[in-house]
C-alpha cells in the first residue's frame, strides 16, 4: 500500500522495482534454460518433444515454466530434474500427488477451462514453489 512517505519516493522505487524484475526475469531464464539441460541429460531428448504432454520441469524449487497455456483435455507433466530434492504437485480439488524422485515423473490431464494455481506440496511456503495452468477452450 502507497502511504503519503512512500509516495514521494514512487518514481524511484518504481525504477529500482522494474529494473530488480527485468534480473529477475533473466534469472528465470537462465534457470529454466538449465533445467532444460538437466531434462535432455536425464530422459535424452528436448522437453518439447513429448509426444501428447506438456511438460514443465521441476528445479531448484522451481516450476519452469512457472505459467503455461494449454488446451482442455492437455495432460501436463511434471518432470523432476533436481539432483536430490523430491517435489510434488498438488491441484485445486485434488488429492496432492506422490512425491517424485530425482528423474521421475507426476502427470495430471486438465478437463475444466479458468486459470489453475498448482503448488509444490512441500516446498510452496517455505520456496514459493507455486505454478499455473491456463486451460482454454480448444
Known amino acids: 500500500m502507497l502511504n503519503r512517505l512512500t509516495a514521494l519516493v514512487l518514481p524511484v522505487s518504481v525504477a ?5 524484475s527485468a ?9 529454466c ?7 535432455v541429460e536425464m530422459f535424452g531428448a528436448p522437453s518439447a518433444d513429448a509426444e501428447g ?24 507433466r511434471w518432470a ?15 488429492p496432492e500427488s506422490d512425491r517424485a524422485f530425482p528423474e521421475e515423473v507426476i502427470e495430471f490431464t486438465f478437463l475444466i477451462e479458468g ?3 498448482y503448488l509444490c506440496g512441500p516446498h510452496w511456503e517455505t520456496q514459493k514453489m507455486i ?8
Not at 505454478?131 to 480448444?138: D, K, L, Q
Request: proline share 4%; net charge negative.
Open 115 to 117: 486459470d489453475q494455481d
Open 131 to 138: 505454478g499455473m495452468v491456463t486451460v482454454v477452450a480448444e
Open 16 to 20: 529500482l522495482y522494474a529494473a530488480s
Open 53 to 76: 504432454v506438456v511438460v514443465v520441469k521441476m528445479y531448484k524449487y522451481n516450476f519452469c515454466p512457472a505459467t503455461i497455456t494449454v488446451p482442455v483435455g492437455t495432460t501436463v
Open 33 to 39: 534454460s538449465e533445467a532444460e539441460e538437466r531434462y
Open 23 to 31: 534480473f529477475a526475469d533473466e534469472d528465470t531464464a537462465a534457470l
Open 80 to 94: 523432476n530434474v533436481d539432483k536430490r530434492t523430491s517435489h510434488s504437485v498438488k491441484v485445486p480439488d485434488e
